[in-house]
């Protein structure tokens, strides 16, 4: 090779090793942040806890063997000014790297919800480079934050995952719930049409022990982490709280249901017939009507029969058609109360406003700013229902039913 | 500039001169000189076997057979050579020219000529011909006897295939170009042969079929090896690399095989196969990048199927290439991607490893570099030996000394299975070569340097050429109707022209409607057909 080209190319050879490995960090210098909790001092600081996971101490690990003696997270407190800054003050007592891309779960206090909403919270969240914004958001009720991120959970090492995954199959099985993460909060927040709903979690025992293996010992658990409650947002902060038919109602609106039980009474028996919704589809139509917005709520569900607790013949499509009946009133009402408690608190949480936005945006422009205090809270909103009942289960009549035949 | 003359002035110019002198060119007269110079030449080694015969009632004509002890057919020299000549020469002797009555009635081998100069007497005497001398004449009968032991043809180790013919190539020149002429019988198969190699004068054979090879690249396969000057041709593979167009890539630009049936296929679609004698390894020319993730038995078994395997050979070979250079990336900079349950079984892994990710996977690579060099030189016996120590000794060992991570291990090993399942060894040691240089680029920048190194991969890829024809070929350039015998395998009835980048004289490979149809009636036999039709049942 002529020898004016052997410096250039020596040259071109260091040039990407003296970049060095640039952003390269090992695993074992990182601490996976697994859920971060924030609280409100008295003195207005911020006091974060991260939930960090102890890779040795998670089964599945080969090396060291120890799952099961040891809880397989750790966790940490800092306080700052803002949530960024205690990461930032976090360093000083953790001897790595926090690492925020696999956080899967935001936890804040019912305090600082109430108090001073999340905006500033999730705009750090946001803007910072790690954390995603499919991480889940929830509300430690009654609790601090902190306690809520350090209690350990028996089938799920992860207490994060734990939280997580009951939040999925609750909102999938029972529909009570909603999974809210970083984006869809901040879609619904900024929208005028629309406010954000969130989770809540209670942890019901003596938290305390529940933060030793002592809770990891027994079957039962010294404490355990519960679903409970929807938090309903406006303006950036908590509101109040939607709970029990009422939160299905506001899910049957939203058409956030996948599987959901409905109970029917049926001659004076309380709830004595189960029906359990297996589909389901609800189309929200707005229009305005002589400058006044109408909303119409259509309904559709289809499932199965569950339980009968009543001697009734499911063999004859007029009785089934009577039932389908009863679910349609149900239904409708469930959601009527839902919607009526949203209209006496003047949230939109169902997103009426943007549907209207979408189909006259005309009108919309003129409602817009007195939507949510004047327009919304004087809503007539139409629901109607269809509930088909697809199969009686295994079965075709209840036992009861053959008994009383028997009798006869 | 002082060396270079300093070399020159070196050079001896007399010595050749003298040895001139002492060696006449062509054969004289006297029988015994003639002996005596063959015996100076070969330096009286015992393996060339002179008999003499003189006749009893005629001593004045004697005759001497000479050969080289080994290469010869020992039968027919001593019953079409020495036994016939015996017998017969005390009859027809009255006749003068005792070659002309020799090579008329006498000896009875398949091909006889005279020669004078000494050179070609050689040539045939040390490829195993017979000479035989007389006394008196200034010329020589070469007799066609080449023999001796050789291999048998047997199966190929290098190139198994479950379908398909089980022959492969010999160290004879002659039975592997006789394989070839079996499978296409065709007089338009044409072989030309040449001797190159100064010490070694080693037999070369090019073959083509006339009529479907663009000349071009005859022509410049001939004036490339016209140009061979070597020392000696112990392989095909010296050739290989004087002949190859980028000699100092990582990618070969040739390709060999020692399956007759594929060097037909090769040979049908307008490529030039090289013959070296001495080796198993024929080499084709020109080759495209595609052609070292084929097999002949590709075309053997029905096209869903290898279409499916080309594809999994092309996946291997990405996995060969940028296997640990993956991993390693993702761990160190892309943690972000990995799955979180994943992350914590690969963190809680590599908790107690002292090394950085990159010099964990340099290590297992080398050793498993170093595991492979040593199973593949050592004798089988010993080679268990290793393996054992491999699998046991390092694979278990350092997991549990903590040296290195059991995921590093399972990514190292299945890179290794991928490298050794790729077909074709030459393209499967380019890749094991380059897998290094990705480690260091995903070490250095993660991958956005695996992305760097490929794109730079390709450039280079792009621009290699092999005999005038394209690397990349035909995806660049882009021939969309050769793409169908690619990473897949289109189906044989739709195979209707030859590999365009190849240039063939004639391209239409086969008649169109190809495709089976099933019977137009529900009676097997097509009712279309008549009598004389070839399809007629």
Known sequence: ?408 | MSYRKFIKRKKPKEQSEDLEKVEPKSIGTSIKENLNIIKQKTGNSPDIIIRMLTFSHDPRVSTAIVHVDGLVDNPTINEFLVQSMEDSVQEKLEEKDIFKVFSEKVIAVSSLETRKDWDSLFQALLSGDTIILADGKKEALIASTRGGERRLVEQSDSEITLRGSKEGFTESINTNTALVRRIIKNPNLWVETMNLGKQTNTDLSIMYINGIVDTDIVKEVRQRLGRVDLDAILDSGYIEQVIEDESSGLFPTVTHTERPDAVAGNLLEGRVAIFVSGTPHVLIVPAVMIQFFQTPEDYYVRFPISTLIRMLRVFMFLISLIGPAFYVAATTFHQEMIPTDLLVIIASQTESVPFPAIVEALIMEVTFEILREAGLRMPNKISATISIVGALVIGQGVIQAGIVSPAMVIVVATTAIASLATPNYDIAISARLLRFAFMLSAAIAGFYGIILGLIMLIVHLVSLRSFGVPYMSPFAPLVPKGLKDTIMRGPIWSFNERPKSLHPQNPVRQGKHQKPLPPLKRRMVRTNTKEGDKNES
């Open chain 1, 1 to 408: 090779m002529n020898r004016k080209w052997i410096i250039p190319f020596f040259m071109a050879i260091y040039l990407p090793l003296l970049s060095g490995c640039w952003s390269s960090i090992e695993l074992r210098d990182l601490a996976i942040v697994s859920a971060y909790a924030l609280d409100k001092n008295e003195d207005g600081t911020y006091v974060g806890t991260f939930q960090l996971i102890n890779p040795m101490n998670v089964p599945g690990a080969l090396q060291g063997g120890q799952s099961g003696q040891k809880p397989s997270i750790a966790t940490y407190t800092a306080t700052g000014g803002n949530p960024l800054e205690v990461a930032d003050r976090a360093s000083t007592k953790v001897s790595r790297d926090l690492y925020f891309a696999h956080t899967s779960l935001l936890v804040i206090s019912e305090e600082l919800a109430k108090e001073e909403g999340l905006s500033s919270i999730l705009d750090a969240m946001e803007r910072g480079l790690e954390f995603r914004t499919t991480t889940n958001i929830v509300i430690s009720r009654d609790m601090k934050a902190g306690d809520f991120v350090q209690v350990l959970t028996a089938i799920d090492q992860v207490p994060a995952e734990k939280a997580i995954k009951s939040l999925e199959f609750t909102e999938k099985l029972y529909g009570e719930n909603i999974a809210t993460n970083l984006q869809k909060f901040i879609k619904a927040a900024v929208s005028t049409g629309k406010e954000p709903l969130v989770s809540g979690f209670t942890v019901e025992g003596d938290i305390k022990k529940a933060k030793t293996m002592e809770q990891l010992q027994s079957s039962e658990g010294e404490a355990t982490i519960e679903v409970n409650g929807i938090g309903v947002f406006k303006e950036g902060k908590l509101m109040n709280w939607i709970e029990g038919d009422r939160s299905e109602g506001t899910l049957w609106v939203l058409d956030q249901i996948q599987q959901a039980p409905v109970n029917i009474d049926w001659k004076d028996k309380k709830e004595a017939i189960s029906y359990k919704v297996v589909r389901q589809k609800t189309n929200v139509e707005a229009q305005t009507k002589d400058g006044k917005p109408v909303i119409s709520v259509h309904i559709r569900a289809e499932g199965d029969l569950r339980a009968i607790d009543v001697p009734v013949n499911v063999t004859d499509p007029h009785v089934l058609f009577r039932i389908e009946k009863a679910l349609q009133q149900k239904i409708k009402d469930e959601a009527e109360a839902a919607i009526h408690e949203a209209q006496k608190t003047k949230t939109d949480i169902f997103g009426f406003g943007e549907k209207l936005h979408q189909s006259d945006p005309h009108s919309w422009k003129k409602l817009e700013p007195a939507w949510q205090d004047v327009y919304f809270p004087a809503l007539d909103v139409d629901v109607t229902v269809e509930a088909f009942i697809r199969r009686t289960g295994m079965r075709n009549n209840p036992y009861l039913f053959d008994l009383n035949k028997k009798s006869d």
